[in-house]
């Protein structure tokens, strides 16, 4: 069964680095999401990304972060200088039409 | 906009019980796409059942059901026959439907199955 692939399972980071969260969606998608899920607390939505530019993007997604799908198959978060909050879950999902959104299963990043 | 209450942060119940998580909803929207995910302690997402809001049946999936009641945007969850391995973090949630809208989560509610 297809599935939603996500590296590293656990990135820890120092404060002011810049990461890379990478993505790899079911190969047929065409919808792209990132959510984010600080410990403890609900699911919140970073951006969405269709047709290799981002659809929405919520206040969270500031100029730190940004989102790219450079080869066609690999979908990434960067957040250009993490700060302590960033840390996180960091959920990737896609979606084939106007159905289910899979998910995949998140990067924990630590922010130091 | 789109917002979604859970208001049992924390419910335990026996094996084998049933239990009911509560969820309200409030959308703009017309279509829309109601979820409840389960987060178990690895932290994947799993989608535990789907409801679209012009079905007026109740979605179903084994043990787990919903009672979706629209015109009070009420949107609950009920497990019969629980089992420990549905001990997890259950989250509500909607989406709009016919866009590639983003997904939008309650604050989720920590069910314990006892022993």
């Known amino acids: 069964e297809p599935e939603v692939t996500q590296t590293p399972s656990h990135q820890v980071t120092q404060m002011g680095q810049e990461v890379i969260l990478r993505c790899v969606p079911i190969?047929?998608?065409?919808?792209f999401y990132w959510y984010r899920q600080i410990l403890g607390q609900k699911v919140e939505f970073l951006v969405s990304?269709?047709?290799?530019?981002?659809?929405?993007k919520s206040e969270i997604f500031d100029d730190q972060f940004s989102v790219e799908r450079p080869d066609g198959s690999n979908f990434t978060l960067k957040i250009r200088s993490t700060k302590l909050e960033d840390s996180a879950m960091y959920f990737c999902?896609?979606?084939?039409?106007?159905?289910?959104?899979?998910f995949g299963p998140g990067t924990r990043l630590t922010v130091l | 906009a789109q917002t979604v209450t859970q208001s049992q942060p924390e419910m335990s119940v026996q094996e084998a019980e049933t239990v009911t998580l509560s969820c309200t909803y409030d959308?703009?929207?017309?279509?829309?796409?109601l979820f409840w995910y389960k987060q178990p302690p690895s932290r994947q997402m799993i989608l535990v059942i789907r409801?679209?809001?012009?079905?007026?049946q109740n979605a179903t999936e084994n043990r787990f059901s919903v009672n979706f009641q629209k015109a009070a945007k009420s949107f609950s969850l009920k497990i019969s026959d629980s089992q420990l391995g549905d001990t997890a973090m259950y989250f509500c949630?909607?989406?709009?439907?016919?866009?590639?809208?983003?997904?939008?989560f309650g604050k989720g509610t920590r069910l314990h199955i006892l022993p």
């Open positions: 999902a896609s979606m084939a039409g106007r159905d289910e959104q899979f």
């Open positions: 190969s047929n998608h065409l919808y």
């Open positions: 990304f269709y047709n290799n530019e981002i659809s929405e």
């Open positions: 959308t703009s929207e017309s279509n829309y796409y």
């Open positions: 409801q679209e809001a012009y079905k007026q």
């Open positions: 949630a909607s989406a709009a439907m016919n866009r590639d809208d983003k997904i939008i």
